[in-house]
């Protein structure tokens, strides 16, 4: 099995930076694309970043020049720099990992428990 923990979730002003981890233990597994998603009472899980294997990025609109995708492909870690918070961020952060067993299998997808972030003053 694939297990991912998050950690840098917290509370920080308007304006503020947080960096989020996410680890996979993914032993016997090969991982591919790895994203972080996010979550507010009421609405849908949104996708916010997401990093491939290649290091390609991709980010939703309303977080470009503020937030940057990494990723440790030796650590199986994926991270996520938040600059410049706004309120409208507060949300819960989830991980998502795309993992497979072999070569003939599909990726399957992974997700973290969350990690909650605030920002507020």
């Known amino acids: 099995q694939v297990q991912l923990v998050e950690s840098g979730g917290g509370l920080v002003q308007p304006g503020g930076s947080l960096r989020l981890s996410c680890a996979a233990s993914?032993?016997?597994?090969?991982?591919?694309?790895m994203a972080w998603y996010r979550e507010t009472p009421g609405k849908q899980r949104e996708v916010v970043a997401i990093?491939?294997?290649?290091?390609?990025?991709s980010y939703t609109d309303s977080v470009k020049g503020r937030f940057t995708i990494s990723r440790d492909n030796a650590e199986n870690t994926v991270y996520l720099q938040m600059s410049s918070l706004k309120p409208e961020d507060t949300a819960t952060y989830y991980c998502l990992c795309q993992a497979r067993k072999g070569l003939l299998t599909n990726y399957m997808n992974y997700w973290g428990k969350g990690t909650l972030v605030t920002v507020s003053s």
């Open positions: 993914a032993s016997g597994f090969t991982i591919g694309r």
């Open positions: 990093v491939t294997t290649g290091g390609e990025t």
